[in-house]
């Protein structure tokens, strides 16, 4: 009973993380980047849980080029776009 309690729960939660995840690529609709906020708000979930959510499927692979900015503010959809933003960031910060 408890194995299937375990099975029953992990199931839920990878179906929950697969409906965020489709709910962030309708948000995102095409661009390159995105505030995390935006897709916290989308979501309906705490800005903290949706930076370590989109972690995880960054590590999984389920975003291919994406990487969170140094400040977990930012998603960068492509290797291209966060280089730019690299590259002009510390000109700003300076």
Same mark, same amino acid.
């Given at each position: 009973i408890v194995l299937l309690l375990f099975i029953g729960v992990k199931g839920r939660m990878i179906r929950s993380r697969a409906k965020r995840f489709n709910k962030y690529k309708e948000v995102l609709a095409g661009r390159e980047f995105c @505030?995390? %906020?935006? !897709?916290a708000q989308a979501v309906d979930r705490r800005y903290e849980f949706v930076v370590k959510d989109l972690k995880y499927m960054i590590e999984r692979r389920w975003f291919l080029q994406a990487h969170v @900015? $140094? &400040? @977990? %503010?930012? !998603?960068f959809l492509t290797d291209i776009m966060y280089e &730019?933003? $690299? !590259? /002009? /960031?510390p000109k700003i910060n300076m």
């Amino acid at each position: 009973i408890v194995l299937l309690l375990f099975i029953g729960v992990k199931g839920r939660m990878i179906r929950s993380r697969a409906k965020r995840f489709n709910k962030y690529k309708e948000v995102l609709a095409g661009r390159e980047f995105c @505030d995390i %906020k935006e !897709l916290a708000q989308a979501v309906d979930r705490r800005y903290e849980f949706v930076v370590k959510d989109l972690k995880y499927m960054i590590e999984r692979r389920w975003f291919l080029q994406a990487h969170v @900015d $140094t &400040q @977990d %503010k930012y !998603l960068f959809l492509t290797d291209i776009m966060y280089e &730019q933003y $690299t !590259l /002009v /960031v510390p000109k700003i910060n300076m």
